[in-house]
């Protein structure tokens, strides 16, 4: 996203200025029917997860998809890495 820091990828104020690739995210949502319980669990091409990013996604889900059910506690949300970076 333009704007954003680098992740460590050069001095703090550099920022991005394009979208150099997209990144992914896949989620696993399991729902216990007998307790009308439902949780997700999502993986992320990031190499950190602010608080503030689950804080914004969670807020939205529960505006656009009540339907589902999800909250900041019961959805997972975990930073995978980048996608080529090396460990």
């Known amino acids: ?3 954003q820091a680098l992740s460590g990828w050069g ?4 920022r991005a200025t394009d979208v150099g ?3 992914h ?4 949502v399991l729902r216990d029917t007998s ?3 439902t949780i997700a669990i999502a993986s992320l091409d990031l190499g950190t997860l602010p608080q503030r990013l689950h804080e914004v996604v969670c807020d939205r889900l529960e505006v656009r998809h009540p339907e589902l059910g999800l909250s ?3 959805l997972l949300m975990v930073a995978t ?3 080529g970076a090396v460990n």
């Not at 001095?11 to 550099?14: A, I, M, S």
């Open 81 to 83: 890495g980048l996608p």
């Open 72 to 74: 900041r506690a019961t």
């Open 1 to 3: 996203e333009p704007g």
């Open 21 to 23: 690739a997209r990144l």
């Open 11 to 14: 001095v703090f104020t550099h």
């Open 25 to 28: 995210v896949r989620v696993l």
């Open 35 to 37: 307790t009308d319980t």
